[in-house]
């Protein structure tokens, strides 16, 4: 199969296929790369001066598996891949780079076992392949098409399909991604990872598509609006940018703002997302009148976000939360929402000093409101109707204040809330918090005694 590829795409003429790699290695050899906002990006030059590796093809002598030629090649050296499937969970620890004969037929399947490739060196280039199907077990893996764990290194020119997450990095500084088609993907950086600098968000990404439109990244820019044809946006460090009116699907997270402040995203549809509109280290940002579904999370605001106001979204079928609030984040205003369907409303985690007040939750398949290690939120005056299991509970709280809510039937007596305690992992999928116990009661004195008028949109 692989030497028929191999004729059909060269006429059968080995000597084509290695001057055209001659010729490409010279061309690596180094570049600088500027952004099509026409910034200057930080130069990375990688020389590639060393011995050229074959993988497949008809050469005596090539490899079968591309992971064995890494491990034989040395830093500086090429590995070149011919056509063909390469059933693959990649690991490359050496400064090579590693060229596919041609994107649309070499192809790295990660055959749902891990990450595709991983790239946990710096001075890499990746460019030429399909790289597709890494999944994990859970979703917390971030299993990747390209999973980086070292800084310095390039992407550029793969097709990006159908992986759990597409390029996902943990805490990495100078990446350069540009010309990748996206399907079904996207790229990400950070997320559950607390305590990151802004230079870990500060990379040289320019010309990728996800699902034929474009992936929008900005970095340090104030005082725009993002086109409405966004695929995915990703800003960083950035003020006064206005996202309205998009429509973002099937890419991992649609919207991502990090360091950013007095942003505002309103009136978008998102929908059947891997990930969340997630804003990090964000302050005095709004994100209102838009309808989200089938998320992984609706909107979360993480690691000491601030000042934000979340109102007037409709958020349904998302798992495992509607709205999250999580790691310090505080004096957030969540109010006017109408979270339905979804795996558990809203989720209150280790943050504090949030208000969250005349939202209608409802439907919550494991619950409504939920408090983890929270202190002095203020959660009053919401609707929480039809909820399974319970419409609250807290966990490890103090001083949180719940008054004025609506609990699903007109109330005379106080309404208790139960503080339980088990497994961290019960709180997130179980549909009943077993083997957790009750260690404690809080109370909202005022319970309403009928729902509340909430204008949502």
């Not at 994100?287 to 934000?308: M, P």
Request: proline share 3%; aromatic share 10%.
């Amino acid at each position: 199969m692989i030497s028929n590829i191999i004729k059909k795409v060269t006429g059968g003429n080995m000597k084509k296929i290695i001057v055209t790699v001659i010729i490409g290695v010279l061309l690596l050899s180094s570049f600088t790369i500027t952004s099509a906002f026409g910034d200057s990006l930080d130069q990375i030059s990688i020389n590639f001066n060393g011995n050229t590796l074959y993988v497949g093809g008809l050469g005596p002598g090539n490899y079968t598996t591309i992971q064995d030629a890494i491990d034989d090649a040395n830093d500086g050296d090429t590995v070149y891949v011919f056509s063909g499937i390469y059933y693959e969970n990649i690991i490359i620890d050496r400064s090579i780079c590693l060229i596919g004969e041609n994107k649309k037929t070499t192809i790295i399947d990660a055959d749902e076992k891990g990450a595709a490739i991983e790239l946990c060196t710096s001075g890499i280039d990746v460019s030429g392949f399909t790289i597709t199907n890494a999944e994990g077990k859970k979703w917390i893996d971030y299993a990747a098409g390209v999973k980086l764990s070292a800084s310095h290194n390039i992407i550029h020119d793969n097709i990006i399909s159908n992986n759990m997450f597409g390029i996902h990095g943990w805490n990495v500084t100078n990446i350069t991604i540009y010309n990748n088609i996206f399907i079904d993907d996207g790229i990400q950086f950070g997320h559950a990872i607390a305590n990151s600098k802004k230079e870990h968000f500060m990379h040289n990404i320019t010309n990728n598509t996800v699902n034929g439109r474009p992936i929008y990244y900005y970095k340090n820019k104030d005082d725009f609006s993002v086109p409405e044809n966004a695929g995915q946006i990703i800003a960083v460090n950035c003020t006064n940018m206005q996202i309205q009116n998009v429509y973002i699907s099937h890419t991992d997270f649609p919207i991502i703002l990090t360091f950013c402040s007095n942003c505002t995203i309103e009136n978008s549809t998102i929908v059947d997302n891997d990930g969340e509109i997630w804003l990090a280290y964000c302050s005095n940002n709004t994100v209102q009148k838009n309808t989200i579904s089938n998320c992984a999370i609706g909107i979360c605001l993480q690691h000491k976000s601030k000042n934000n106001t979340v109102k007037n979204n409709k958020i349904t079928n998302c798992d495992p939360f509607g709205i999250s609030i999580e790691t310090n984040s505080y004096n957030n205003h969540i109010y006017e929402n109408h979270v339905m369907g979804n795996l558990k409303g809203i989720w209150i985690h280790k943050s504090h000093n949030n208000t969250i007040s005349l939202n209608t939750i409802s439907k919550s398949l494991r619950g409504g409101i939920l408090l983890m290690g929270t202190t002095y939120n203020s959660i009053i005056c919401n609707n929480l109707i039809k909820n399974r299991f319970l419409d609250a509970c807290y966990v490890n709280g103090c001083g949180d204040l719940w008054d004025g809510n609506y609990w699903d039937r007109p109330r005379i007596l106080p309404k208790p809330i139960l503080e339980l305690t088990g497994p961290n992992e019960i709180y997130f999928r179980s549909p009943i918090p077993f083997p957790a116990i009750l260690t404690g009661l809080n109370f909202d004195w005022h319970p309403a005694k009928e729902p509340h008028k909430i204008d949502v949109m």
